[in-house]
């Protein structure tokens, strides 16, 4: 039975990139003979304290602690057929951990669905702005065996550091997200609806000149 190790930030239900990019394919590889373990770094009780202002302490820990667990997803890498990593193994702009799964004997799938290449932090750890490292991006697409990029300007963004990549759009479960019957419709003005984290509405908002022209 194949084994898939799903490397990702948060913990189930929690980010909307993994819900839709991974999270909802779960129960149909298990259904098709695919065995996986998903080990993902933020608790519910470390969300908490990661984004919120201060508490560099706790913060800490929790970096420690997220640390000690991607140590032990590279022990334990050889027990697995593919590594599925989303986004980043790791929230510094070090590509350590990933250096270490390609040199194992799984295979490598990176997948991204946004420009996360741009310099972007959260608002509550402004301060730790230069442990991130925009380039980490193009390293960890170099060291992947393939690439799923969210669509084409992403594809063209990875296709610069590797030739194995492949588009795969972002999709809901049409049993799950059904159309509202209490619509209302406004003739007047465009209404768009937005799924993402706080960072990646900033990305939403550096289009809205564009939207309004």
Known sequence: MPRILFVASHRPDRSPAQRFR????????KENGYAYDFSYLIT???????????????KLFVFFKSAFRRFRDVLNAGYYDIIFIQRE??????????????SSNAKVVFDFDDAIWYHDVSDANKKFGWLK??????????????????????????????????????????????PANNVVHHKDKIVIGWSGSITTIRHFELALPFLKN
């Open 22 to 29: 991974f999270e909802q394919y779960l129960s149909f590889l």
């Open 44 to 58: 519910e009780e470390d969300d908490k304290i990661f984004y919120s202002p201060g508490n560099l302490h706790n």
């Open 89 to 102: 193994a790791f929230m510094t702009g070090s590509s350590f951990f990933e250096k270490r799964f390609a």
């Open 133 to 178: 490292d925009p380039a980490k991006t193009g390293k960890i697409i170099g060291l992947s065996d393939l690439v799923i990029a969210g669509n084409q300007y992403l594809s063209d963004y990875a296709s610069g550091f590797n030739k194995n990549v492949i588009i795969i759009p972002t999709t809901i479960d049409t049993d799950d997200y059904k």
